[in-house]
DNA sequence: TATCACATGTGTGTTTTACATGTAGGAAGG
DNA sequence: CCTTCCTACATGTAAAACACACATGTGATA
């Protein structure tokens, strides 16, 4: 228990002692990235999860969350799966995006779009100062 | 219990029925948010309450969490406080950012930096699909 | 036959955020 | 004097997002 080595109450994510981890992510990330590779091509779990480090940069989406946000998707009608076997090594479940998908990703673009443009004030801001 | 009304498995925010939020915030924005306005001036934490908007954009920062975050930054030596009474109304814990604390603020800004051309990556690949 | 890479998952604890509530000083009005 | 409101600071707790560990099975290859 307590892997990051029991500090006391308020330990943020340290990457060295006395040192805040601070990253930046925003939150949720990975599923516009989900969407938007699935707009590229149909395609299944352990490929996005290779693809995903070029959009997040390091992030690498950690496997289990990734399937488990795949099957979310799916429950509610953002993609399709099927199953496909026939090429050599285990059956592969392919996703699909679908036009709600499509929507929703439309929406995360929009999101993201502000995003940027409230990193920018914020960037301007500390250079300014 | 349950306050988003008792939908099965997975309700991930929802803003309208069938509609998943999506507002890709930058993860604890508000601590940078924090050290740019106490660089800018010492203040407390109420009056931070009512600057921060103006950089997050939307998101009013939750009060509670707000002082927990001042705490938690002086518990490590990045903002010191003080008590000040004498002007009207409740006394004011006054914060003001230390050395430590505007080097955090510049590791911030470098990472909130490589966030915007993140966003800026997918969104010019969400563009040129 | 043991091991490795591919592929899909579950279990569970930690961190971060959201929502509700509590305490208290002082001004304004009845 | 009593109530109500605004300021200001704070705690309690549940939900959401994330990280880490592990389980399962196929097929190739050493």
Redo the contacts between chains.
């Keep these: 228990m307590r892997p990051g080595g029991g500090r006391g109450?308020?330990c943020?994510r340290m990457v060295r002692p006395?040192h805040?981890g601070?990253?930046?992510?925003?939150?949720r990330?990975s599923e516009?990235?989900l969407l938007?590779l699935l707009?590229?091509r149909a395609t299944h779990g352990y490929e996005l999860l290779e693809a995903l480090p070029a959009?997040?940069?390091e992030a690498r989406v950690d496997m289990g969350n990734l399937y488990r946000v795949l099957r979310?998707l799916e429950?509610?009608g953002l993609v399709t799966s099927r199953w496909e076997s026939g090429d050599p090594g285990p059956a592969k479940r392919i996703y699909e995006l679908t036009e709600q998908g499509r929507r929703?990703?439309d929406?995360?673009?929009a999101?993201?779009?502000?995003?940027?443009d409230?990193?920018?004030?914020?960037?301007q801001?500390?250079e300014g100062?």
């Design positions: 109450a308020r943020r006395g805040w601070v990253r930046a992510r925003v939150e990330f516009p990235a938007l707009r590229e959009l997040t940069g979310a429950e509610d929703l990703l929406e995360w673009a999101a993201l779009l502000r995003s940027r409230r990193l920018d004030t914020f960037l801001r500390y100062g």
